[in-house]
DNA sequence: CTGAAAGCGCTTACAG
DNA sequence: CTGAAAGCGCTTACAG
């Protein structure tokens, strides 16, 4: 089934049938219009969107792509609830939606390329590997959680400075006074990069000295059954009340760990992430921690993108969704 | 850049360069052979996949297919280790993803002739919605956790039935005798109907008489804030010392439930769950659960998949992925 | 309002 | 080993 099968049955030319398709009523009598459309209908005609991608230039699809993780890459339930946020309006915009997870950025693209992609959303890039900005030029991209200075694009992102100064200060206010930040490896600058100073920055309007040495440690691969990992944890553990830590998902790791290791939670030791990923809520203790609305950041990117590319038009370059504290179980008053 | 534009820059034709670009080594000398992939190298050319799906009526697409759940596609933690799963061999294999969750199983059409998709992975399709088979006869399709008779298309699956009657049984030999089953809807015959089966068997072979109507519980929808809702589970529960719930994600929901009201867990109540979802570890108790390898199931999925594509060749009709009982702390014995 | 024709960028028999 | 040509199924100026 072809537009000239149906050009034929109707008794007409293939231009009149792409017209009526593409819904160029004005080049069309209604009486035309009709005859095609009922054939479409009876025949269940689907139009071949690769040949209508190569004629336009243009496909309709949407690029999602995330850095490539070792856990896997929907394991990560903050990718997951951004793709939730992102297929819902894809899905409504009748937009198709690619997805692909990479290691080096220059995989982009030939993804780019290849399918004549419409546009682009890019998560969590660190800086540095951003790919030379020319090479975008043509095709519309939003950025989600994207830290880089000469950031031309769109970037959807999170108030994580205040975020994580919010979170310290819960610490603070509760009496902790010997508090430290854990986090995965931190680049610069990134999404855990701002936390981290607004966790310095609590501390020190506190007048309390910050100490990168001793208030920070940097996990590269957190595994609870590599003993030098735990133990890394347990030395930095020794001398605070309370760890702000950069992801909820990291945190319930280290919550299980310091149980593990005869701690109880938040007695000998209160814990804060951040994200509030929907599984912090069923943690042992429910988890304290900074709530972004993820869902809500994928919706954003999806409809800034899909702005951009039907009227080349786009809101403010940065986004930044707010960040809130939302108390549970795992942080104690100390008297 | 185009193969035209390769072809001139060499000297050559583009069907040369169409014949180095596809390896038909034997049809070019290894002269031009090493002139043309030069050219390519240099200029960065990227083939065009929608012209290639164009004239080859295959696409390399791989179509995932996810049934429209109210929480989001991806919110659903079962959902995000498959996909991950997938993508995996997916993109080892230097395919694309392509991902849609539909409501009716009409749109799956769309996609198919939408794209030339090369094959499709459709999850959790329920028997009585399984499209018109004859229409898939040209698309190879994998099916995931789908029940149906006549079904004569590769099922990767896992042993349901065994599954949940391992649960069962194993709270009978803690002691347990007036046990029940919680579910979300339950259709026939799909993953949740053989899960219960298991059930069922597992009470009568211990010769407990199965009541559906005392024994089984059916939750359309979830909802810890509608006090019917939580009424239910709570009668539900009265009378009983275990419940099997056909779904981790639903026994994690229905533990909150029953601590808010009182119970404690394992002592008043002992649940079992099923899917061994990463989130059941963390939970409070931490659950027992019955386990199916996830990701495995994906992978599977997708190298049969792929198999199919390339060498029209399949494995068995029906792959059935073994399930264990992990236990946990959400079980107590009985004296 | 309708149609003939060229073009999108590739592939693939076929001839030489 | 190389190339000319037709075709994949659509779109889009352009002419009438």
Chains 1, 2 share one sequence.
Not at 47 to 63: C, E, H, M, Y
Not at 180 to 193: K, L, Q, T
Not at 248 to 264: P, Q
Request: with cysteine; glycine share 6%.
């Amino acid at each position: 089934m072809t537009i000239r099968d149906i050009a034929k049955v109707v008794g007409v030319t293939p231009t009149t049938v792409s017209n009526v398709i593409n819904g160029n009523y004005n080049k069309v009598s209604q009486k035309t219009i009709d005859k095609v459309n009922k054939v479409i209908e009876e025949s269940g005609y689907i139009p071949n969107k690769n040949a209508r991608a190569l004629a336009n230039n243009s496909s309709k699809i949407i690029g999602v792509i995330f850095p490539k993780t070792k856990e896997g890459f929907m394991q990560n339930p903050f990718h997951a609830q951004i793709l939730t946020g992102i297929e819902k309006v894809i899905s409504a915009k009748e937009y198709y939606l690619m997805i692909k997870s990479i290691e080096k950025y220059e995989d982009i693209y030939q993804l780019m390329q290849n399918w004549s992609v419409d546009g682009f959303i890019i998560l969590s890039l660190i800086g540095y590997q951003l790919p030379k900005l020319e090479k975008f030029k043509n095709v519309p991209v939003v950025f989600i959680d994207t830290y880089y200075e000469e950031l031309k694009y769109i970037n959807i992102g999170s108030d994580d400075y205040g975020g994580e100064y919010k979170a310290a200060n819960h610490l603070l206010k509760m009496g902790h006074e010997s508090i430290g930040f854990i986090s995965y490896h931190i680049d610069y600058p990134s999404v855990i990069s701002m936390r981290l100073n607004g966790f310095k920055d609590a501390l020190e309007n506190k007048g309390i000295p910050f100490d990168y040495s001793k208030d920070v440690l940097e996990i590269e691969e957190f595994d609870a059954h590599d003993e030098e990992c735990v133990n890394r944890i347990l030395d930095f553990a020794k001398n605070k009340t309370g760890i702000c830590i950069s992801a909820d998902i990291l945190a319930i790791e280290i919550v299980e760990v310091l149980k593990d290791n005869g701690y109880i939670i938040p007695d000998d030791m209160s814990i804060i992430g951040f994200d509030n990923v929907y599984l912090s809520r069923y943690a042992n203790p429910k988890l304290t921690t900074i709530n972004q609305d993820i869902i809500a950041k994928g919706n954003i990117a999806a409809e800034n993108l899909i702005n951009m590319i039907e009227k080349n038009y786009s809101k403010e370059p940065n986004i930044k969704i707010q960040t809130d504290l939302v108390i549970r179980d795992s942080v104690k008053k100390l008297v």
